[in-house]
């Protein structure tokens, strides 16, 4: 019975290892490369598709530089709490955007949405992602999994950096279509391996973290 203890045991400290393993993988810094609006930022790898015929509509992997990212102050659809939309654009006029609303205590930030739209299309996307863990994230529907940092700032606690873990799905589809569950027309697929170092808005501009 004692063997059979130090085994479930052994198992039990082998999960707890994991799951803090899981749960404490903040990006790292990315090497300072570049200054100014061409400090680099971020690499990222992209695919687009087109649901209904299958078709890539584009693909690619570039690095993102501080003057690639627009930030708009939005507000909260549920409690009016204010937040930001950093938004990067990709190819085929498509574009991919983090949406966070930054809280006073780390505590309170318990998710996050990541979007992608095409610029002149009445469309809509919203992939909510929960946050478990201090700095671990999973996709509410569907896999998807990232991990963050978080850095203070007047305006609260912002996102510092997102790593994708994995390959990640965005869903684009019809603003106006009635279905309660509307198919995508357009996938955004982010790779697995893309990371960014967020900026943030002080005084109207664009700044490093």
Known sequence: MRGVSLVLLALCLAGCEEEASLRSRAPAPLPLKGSGPNRVIGKIKWEIQEVKSGKT????????RLKDVRISKITSEGDGSP?????????????????????????????????ADRPGVEDYSLEWFTVEGADHALKLQEPGELSF?????????????????????????KANDTDPDPAPV????????SVVDWPRLVNGKVVPN
Do not use: C, H, M, Y
């Not at 509509?57 to 690095?63: F, N, P, T, W, Y």
């Open 149 to 173: 940092g978080l850095t203070k700032t007047p305006s609260g606690w912002e996102q510092s950096a997102t790593e994708f873990v994995s390959d990640v799905s965005l869903r684009i589809v």
């Open 83 to 115: 937040g930001f939309r950093k938004e990067i654009p990709l190819g085929e006029g498509f574009k991919v955007a983090l949406l966070e609303f930054p809280t006073q205590s780390k505590d309170g930030i318990t998710g996050f949405g990541l979007s």
């Open 57 to 64: 509509l584009g693909a690619g992997e570039r690095e993102v």
């Open 186 to 193: 357009w996938r955004v697929k982010i790779f697995n391996g």
